[in-house]
């Protein structure tokens, strides 16, 4: 399970709004870098072993540089402290190629996105390949207050800045994002994107649902997770790698698998990011992760091996 990588290095560093660093990445050779899709992500190697994804934020089609933004979170589990200590202007970096689990869909009628806090920055390259490629669409950005709120600037001098719409909790209620009036009858078409805050996109989430927007034109991106490993021990059987193992209670099958010798690649260890994403051959799933849309876990043939865990007494892995 390894990954092809690139050496990057970081072409401009700026402290952004509140404990937001914005990056610049170019190739270290010089080249262009590989093409990416809006809604895609990069794996950030850090030190220490330590491998985190974060959303492309430039515009789709600059092939000079990737933006990305890192929110600076005390309670996360060190990738975002480490990359606000590690990553200087001129640091040398290793990043995974970029990846696209929260593709736009181009062909939408009308496009709503919604951005909450640092979950804004998929949002950004969507609004950049939409408005490239003249497609009708709206932006709308909820930050806590307008001075601890990253890339306002480069909004307000986008090209796209008409159809952005800022919504801070701290100003006027007239400006705070109101969904009946953004969603309440909408076109037929019309796609919704939401990444933030969990809390934020439940809200967004249920809403659309409320006013009418079908479950398949609601897309999501989450970017933190609670996990919970708890529950009956199981079996898990690696096929191709002639292994068995228990599952203890509180194990995930990931640290239950290195015991035997059999390393699984994992960025977000909270079900959130597909890394570890592997094919089921036998028994039934307990799916604990967001990642995985519900028809896909209704399916039981693919499994988040950070979070989840079995139904079933054992589990046959394609792994």
Not at 41 to 62: F, M, N, T, W
Not at 221 to 235: H, I, L, R, S, V
Not at 289 to 311: G, P
């Amino acid at each position: 399970m390894s990954e092809e990588t690139l050496t990057v290095v970081v072409q401009r560093r700026q402290e952004q709004g509140n404990g937001v660093l914005v990056l610049d990445l170019a190739s270290a050779d010089g080249r262009a870098l590989p093409p990416f899709e809006a809604g895609a992500h990069v794996d950030v190697h850090l030190a220490d072993g330590l491998v985190r994804q974060y959303s492309l934020a430039g515009s789709p089609a600059e092939r000079g540089t990737y933006r990305l933004g890192i929110l600076r979170d005390p309670a996360s589990r060190g990738g975002s402290e480490a990359a606000h200590a590690q990553l200087h202007e001129g640091t040398t970096l290793r990043i995974g190629l970029p990846r696209n689990h929260f593709p736009l869909a181009m062909d939408a009628r009308h496009t709503v996105l919604l951005g909450g806090g640092i979950g804004v920055t998929p949002m950004i390259a969507m609004a950049w390949a939409l408005f490239g490629a003249g497609k009708d669409f709206e932006l709308h950005y909820c930050g806590r207050s307008r001075g601890a709120t990253a890339f306002i600037d480069e909004l307000a001098a986008s090209p796209f800045a008409d159809r952005v719409h800022l919504h801070f909790d701290d100003e006027a209620p007239e400006q705070r994002l109101d969904l009946a009036t953004v969603l309440g009858g909408p076109k037929a078409g019309t796609h919704v994107y939401t990444c933030g805050p969990s809390g934020f996109m439940e809200w967004v989430i249920g809403e659309a649902k409320r006013l009418g927007v079908p479950e398949a034109q609601i897309h999501k991106e989450y970017f933190q997770a609670t996990t919970d490993t708890a529950g009956a021990a199981f079996e898990v059987v690696a096929k191709k790698s002639g292994k068995t193992v228990q599952v203890a209670d509180g194990q995930s099958i990931v640290d239950a698998l290195a015991t035997v010798g059999i390393k699984v690649t994992v960025s977000c260890e909270q079900g959130v990011c597909g890394t570890c994403l592997c094919t089921v051959l036998e028994g039934e799933p307990d799916h604990r992760d967001v990642f995985l849309t519900d028809d896909e876990k209704a399916d039981n043939d693919q499994i988040l091996l950070c979070c989840s865990r079995a139904r079933s007494h054992k589990l046959v892995l394609d792994i």
